[in-house]
T-cell receptor, first 116, second 110 residues
């Protein structure tokens, strides 16, 4: 059973703080993703990674960076948190097996981040 | 204009009703169409997945894709209170990158 875990369910930080969100998957998936979810906007892709030390910008990368030093772990970093980064952050992973352009993404439970 | 449009609702129906959830999209390159279900305080889980046009049935759930109209639907028959959740449509083309709709919140009342 695929499991994607996120380091915190709820997080409260102050403006200007550096914030680390951690995600770990246990299914040896190649691809990992970070999304943010906001009411009325759905899920928006921030960054994704298809291999260790590889990263690609998603649709809204501004204000974020990522790190993937190990295959199972993908970190999202807010260098200087701002109030407009208050959101639900979701991590996901997927395999690239089968040659399909799509493989199911498995999501973690999310981290609700509040920036004051 | 968003690439994928989905009415956020909320949608409230009595138990046993047939529910219809819909999304429209603008990118004709989309080939893979998904419906995710997200319970409160949980991450989304894949419910149905369809490649190209056509119908797919799984128990009480039916997914339909009409590529000529750029319109996808999810039907839930005999809806149950346990179906109360947010339903997200998602789609992708050759990139594998998912584009999500805004999500529709469904409440099924006993």
């Amino acid at each position: 059973d695929v499991k994607v875990t996120q380091s915190s369910r709820y997080l409260v930080k102050r403006t200007g703080e550096k914030v680390f969100l951690e995600c770990v998957q246990d299914m040896d998936h190649e691809n990992m993703f970070w999304y943010r979810q906001d009411p009325g906007l759905g899920l928006r892709l921030i960054y994704f990674s298809y291999d260790v030390k590889m990263k690609e910008k998603g649709d809204i990368p501004e204000g974020y960076s990522v790190s993937r030093e190990k295959k199972e772990r993908f970190s999202l970093i807010l260098e200087s948190a701002s109030t407009n980064q208050t959101s639900m952050y979701l991590c996901a992973s997927s395999t690239i097996a089968g040659g399909s352009s799509y493989n199911e993404q498995f999501f973690g439970p999310g981290t609700r981040l509040t920036v004051l | 204009q968003k690439e994928v449009e989905q009415d956020p609702g909320p949608l409230s129906v009595p138990e046993g009703a047939i529910v219809s959830l819909n999304c429209t999209y603008s990118n004709s390159a989309f080939q893979y169409f998904m419906w995710y279900r997200q319970y409160s305080r949980k991450g989304p889980e894949l419910l149905m997945y369809t490649y190209s046009s056509g119908n797919k049935e799984d128990g009480r759930f039916t997914a339909q894709v009409d590529k000529s109209s750029k319109y996808i639907s999810l039907f839930i028959r005999d809806s149950q209170p346990s179906d109360s959740a947010t339903y997200l449509c998602a789609m992708t083309g050759n990139t594998g990158k998912l584009i999500f709709g805004q999500g529709t919140t469904l409440q099924v009342k006993p």
